[in-house]
């Protein structure tokens, strides 16, 4: 055999190689997405009512949506909620210390008890309720856990009880305001009442 002969097996055994390199690579590359979960979360204040005028019980929809091609089986989907201390400050706007928004998501509650997975294109929701005392507001974090992997998907939301509830939060104490709810606290929240 020629020198030129071998080095002409040498570019057709390369052109193979590297012809099954980027179709293997490329195989991966769609196999990993199509297998890869795509899971949206959004958090809604829907109601706050008013129970004894002293405490609030806020309920937040937690909507999950499953926006990729497959399946989410769940390990987990947490609740927490936690008080946000919001001082009065000379500045027109302040920025929250990161560390009033660290919620303890593995102190929360499991909620989505009876749903195992989420189908593509599948949308599912959640009321989750919390007793606020006086605290007015809030934030929520919720986190999902992906079975049989490390994939979890977290988000976090604030929320104002006095917008949803038309209560004023008094800074003049000379000024008399009352607050007022036309919802009832409903059958499932009375397990929460003293």
Not at 47 to 57: A, E, L, Y
Not at 98 to 115: H, P, T, W
Request: net charge positive; proline share 4%; with cysteine.
């Amino acid at each position: 055999m020629k020198p030129v002969d071998i080095q002409i097996w040498v570019q057709i055994v390369y052109s193979i190689v590297a012809t099954l390199a980027i179709l293997v690579a490329a195989v991966w590359f769609f196999w990993s997405r199509a297998s890869a979960g795509t899971l949206q979360i959004t958090l809604t204040l829907t109601s706050v009512t008013m129970v004894n005028n002293t405490r609030m019980i806020a309920v937040v929809r937690v909507q999950l949506k499953n926006t990729g091609r497959t399946r989410i089986k769940k390990y987990s989907c947490l609740a927490a909620g936690k008080v946000i201390n919001v001082r009065s400050n000379s500045e027109p706007i302040s920025i929250i210390p990161a560390g009033d928004l660290n919620l303890r998501i593995d102190e929360g509650r499991e909620i989505f008890e009876k749903q195992n997975e989420i189908e593509p294109n599948e949308e599912t929701c959640e009321d989750v309720a919390f007793v606020l005392n006086k605290a007015t507001v809030f934030a929520v974090s919720v986190k999902f856990k992906r079975k049989g992997t490390t994939e979890a998907w977290k988000t976090i939301a604030m929320f104002s009880a006095d917008d949803k509830a038309k209560v004023s939060t008094p800074t003049d104490h000379s000024t008399k305001q009352t607050a007022r709810s036309r919802s009832i606290v409903p059958s499932w929240l009375t397990h929460l009442l003293p």
